[in-house]
């Protein structure tokens, strides 16, 4: 397009969302300015890959493929072929994510990804990389933005700014400061629960101590830890618990406890994690909750996406996917309605927020699954039968295949139809008589939905 240099995106936040847009814009030809607030992650930084890591899937690697970053990315990630759950007092079982082997997620160092997607920032002359810039205010009538760098307060002004800032958004913040004129709504709804990190160490010569192409889950009912693998042997572990109750964050406040809970609940964790009572103690506790909004456009000047404008809980590993999907939807946009920002921004959201608010319902879910469900004998029945679906028929995808493994079909029709194989499914391996039935009348039974 021949306007694209004489417009001039300003992109606040460079995590993986801006990151990625910035690139995209800047392969477009548009004139990029990225600003962060935080200093170049890539200083100072020896070991990105031992942090929090995330599950990338389809949607993810769809729009990664449209900026050519898909291969590269793919190096640093490990599979995970489903997940291996950890019940009490019973022997560990995997449990696929699919019936079809070509489907699997895949561990990645958020840090890691970062930094590569800063790297490939550098290559490019038409974006302006600006880091320990806080911006304090976004003026959402003329694309103006006022920011801090240092002891010194800038401002600057391009065509469109996009707010890629995360859930405690600036952006959001100023389009919310006009709630009379855009008629904003907004909420925020925070679970009862919290997370922790923790860690399994590499074994000798950086091996991995517990099968390494899975995503652990030690399951316990109202609470449970999982595990992703890294690629330098370790695991990160996230501790989800109540804040209260006897287990809870703000119960656990002594060793003695901490110790307790830990060979009550985790007994075949233990020997993995000798450090656990120095990490628990040293690692602070997270929050957990989700954030919608409307509009996320104003007057075809100001844009809001990713966290920004839909933050999720983590429980469907579609946080990071959703986002860069967003980066994919919006690019595909640009190239239909070119630089008509008005037109764009406002497609945009009307595309994405019902989407959004479904892969959050998605999520909250996924969250009682995960704790209460996945070793529960009609789940666990349900799970056998669609993995033979899978296998058998190559049109059938699972409620939790759809949403991970066909990027082509959006969270909110996925999440319909979803639902409605589960209710179906779910009440067919309540029978005692259950794998009497023929695998065809499952079939059958869902395909007219």
């Known amino acids: 397009m021949s306007d694209n240099k004489t417009n001039k995106i300003i992109i606040i936040g460079a995590g993986l969302c801006g990151g990625l847009l910035a690139i995209r814009m800047a392969q477009r030809g ?175 010569n950086g091996s991995w101590q517990i099968e390494k192409e899975a995503l652990h889950i030690w399951s316990r009912g109202e609470f449970m830890i999982i595990a992703l693998p890294n690629l330098d042997g370790s695991f990160t572990l996230t501790m989800f618990h109540p804040y209260e109750t006897e287990v809870g964050f703000n119960q656990l406040d002594t060793k003695e406890k901490v110790r307790a809970c830990f060979e009550k609940y985790y007994p075949t964790l233990l020997p993995y994690i000798p450090h656990y009572i120095e990490e628990y103690f040293e690692n602070p506790v997270g929050t957990l909750g989700t954030i919608k909004c409307y509009p996320w456009q104003a007057n075809g000047k100001v844009l809001i996406m990713g966290d920004a404008s839909h933050a999720i809980v983590p429980f469907y590993g579609q946080g990071m996917n959703a986002s860069l999907e967003d980066v994919r939807i919006f690019d595909e946009l640009i190239e239909t309605h070119g630089g008509n920002w008005t037109t764009v921004f406002e497609n945009f959201q009307d595309l994405r927020k019902k989407n959004a608010d479904a892969i959050a319902d998605l999520a909250i879910d996924n969250f009682s699954e995960m704790r209460d469900h996945v070793d529960d004998i009609p789940f666990m029945r349900k799970r056998k039968i669609e993995m033979q679906l899978e296998q058998q ?57």
């Open 30 to 204: 548009f004139n990029v300015a990225l600003y962060e607030k935080r200093s170049d992650m890539r200083i100072g930084m020896e070991d990105a890959g031992r942090s929090i890591n995330l599950a990338l899937s389809a949607r993810g690697l769809k729009a990664l493929a449209i900026a050519d970053l898909k291969d590269k990315v793919l190096e640093n990630t490990i599979p995970m072929k489903g997940r291996l759950i950890h019940p009490m007092g019973g022997e560990k079982f995997l449990s696929p994510y699919s019936g079809r082997p070509s489907d699997y997620i895949n561990s990645v160092s958020r840090p890691g990804l970062n930094i590569l997607l800063l790297n490939e920032i550098d290559k490019y002359e038409n974006i302006t990389l600006h880091f320990d810039a806080k911006v304090s205010k976004v003026d959402i009538h003329a694309a103006k933005i006022e920011y801090k760098s240092g002891e010194e307060t800038k401002t600057d002004e391009g065509t469109i700014v996009i707010g890629t800032d995360g859930a405690g958004s600036v952006v959001r913040r100023s389009m919310m400061g006009h709630t009379t004129e855009l008629l904003f709504n907004y909420s925020q709804d925070f679970l009862r629960h919290g997370y922790k990190e923790l860690s399994i160490h590499p074994g000798e």
């Open 393 to 449: 028929y190559p049109d059938y995808y699972s409620k939790y295949s759809l949403v991970t493994f066909k990027p082509d079909l959006t969270y909110h029709e996925a999440k319909i139809k979803g639902r409605k194989q589960d209710e179906l499914l779910l009440e067919m391996c309540k029978h005692d008589d259950f794998d009497q039935i023929p695998l065809e009348a499952f079939y059958n039974k869902v395909q007219g939905i």
